[in-house]
């Protein structure tokens, strides 16, 4: 079944394909959420209150986008107002140097035995918020910079430093675990988007 279609049979009141449109943009939600809530009983809270204000919404879709491009935006929103009502929200630091600093250790000799996809997974965790947010969007969502900007509502070239500040974060930390060659190649798949 297709958005459109499922859009209408949920208007004409069939929960079942509520239910559908759940089970097809779970992962999408919780994976966006994730990136700005860490604790898994206020994730699953807020994931929640995204399908609460999606069923309440659904009427006022009008296809200006793709129907994941509006779910993760309104993922992002209130992730982002969750934040601000009850945590303190971080700001992205502009001195790169102190996410540098608190990216957590990890020394060469323990290469051998480390996950590197789960090393990589919680450097990006340690990264200021808004700096994980884009990263995950258009590396590992595959959100184009111009929906990226829909979600979040940042222009396209603070999307585009974010991205560059995060990845230059991250090649920092891993140039000392992954020999020349990998990083190149790793920094070439990136630059191929």
Known sequence: MNDTELISQILNGNMNAFTFLVNRYQKLVVYITGRLIQRQDELEDVCQEVFIK????????????????????????????????FKKFDEVNPDDSVALRNLSDFGSKNYETADLHRYIRDQIELLPVHYRTVITLFHLQEFSYQEIEQITGMPEGTVKSYLFRAKALLKEKLKDIVDENSLKMVEEISNEK
Do not use: F, M
């Open 54 to 85: 999606v069923y309440q919404n659904l009427g006022k879709y009008r296809n200006e986008c793709k129907l994941s491009t509006w779910i993760a935006t309104i993922a992002y929103n209130t992730g982002i107002n969750y934040l601000r009502k």
